[in-house]
């Protein structure tokens, strides 16, 4: 299957900072990616779908300045937690989409951030 | 209503037995995908399998295969001759209409694998 990183797998930081988390395609390119986040025990909450060249489709209830999303290359997509607060706590998750084949979405191995 | 649902929270089967977890689904287009992942306690969501809504037989992968009947849009995993490793979250998925469409994930069921 296709591999997708993501960076950092875990991270702290103080309320009020903001966080990057990158999201890599590294044997294909990935026009669209999506952003999940995930609570414990349960399932995975699209955040939003990015795609490369224009801004970030977000779901309903998600907030758009806050959770800002870039998609500038066919392989690189980031999102920026800004000013987090300790309620961003979570599993953040990224996924390309591979468009050979199936448009299976292969999976980062996420990031774990925790705002003190 | 729910377009992908799971109804088995929590599943236990003996190491080297086969294993069943349920996957629903609704939809009302013609063309869709259904994608089951699992998810260990790492994190990291891992892609099994996948069967498209035109497809004739059903998918396999190595121990993985899908039980897709697609009257009963059901859709359903099976896990022959489980293995320790397979303890983990498992997510039936679907994407309706066209590629590059969202993904709904079901609640998720927790295998675990006695030896």
């Known amino acids: 299957g296709a591999v997708v990183s993501q960076h950092p797998s875990w991270v702290i930081c103080k309320s009020g900072t903001s966080v990057k988390i990158e999201c890599r395609s590294l044997?294909?390119?990935?026009?669209?990616m999506f952003w999940y986040r995930q609570f414990p025990k349960q399932s995975l909450m699209l955040m939003a779908t990015?795609?490369?060249?224009?801004?970030?489709?977000?779901e309903q209830g998600v907030e758009k300045d806050k959770f800002l999303i870039n998609h500038a290359s066919l392989t690189l997509s980031t999102l920026t937690v800004t000013s987090a607060h300790p309620e961003d706590s979570s599993f953040y998750i990224c996924?390309?989409?591979?468009?050979?084949?199936?448009?299976?979405?292969?999976f980062g191995p996420g990031t774990r951030l925790t705002v003190l | 209503a729910q377009k992908i649902t799971q109804t088995q929270p929590g599943m236990f089967v003996q190491e080297k037995e086969a294993v069943t977890l349920d996957c629903t689904y609704d939809?009302?287009?013609?063309?869709?995908?259904l994608f089951w992942y699992k998810q260990p306690s790492s994190g990291e969501m891992i892609f099994l399998i996948y069967?498209?809504?035109?497809?004739?037989q059903n998918a396999t992968e190595g121990r993985y295969s899908l039980n897709f009947q697609k009257a009963r849009k059901s859709a359903n995993l099976v896990i022959s001759a489980s293995q320790l490793g397979d303890s983990a979250m498992y997510f039936c998925?679907?994407?309706?209409?066209?590629?590059?469409?969202?993904?709904?994930f079901g609640t998720g069921t927790s295998l675990t694998v006695i030896p």
């Open positions: 996924s390309a989409r591979d468009p050979r084949g199936t448009d299976t979405q292969y």
């Open positions: 044997d294909f390119q990935a026009t669209t």
């Open positions: 990015s795609n490369e060249g224009s801004k970030a489709t977000y």
């Open positions: 939809t009302s287009d013609p063309s869709y995908g």
């Open positions: 069967q498209g809504s035109y497809d004739q």
């Open positions: 998925a679907m994407r309706e209409g066209a590629p590059g469409n969202q993904f709904y």
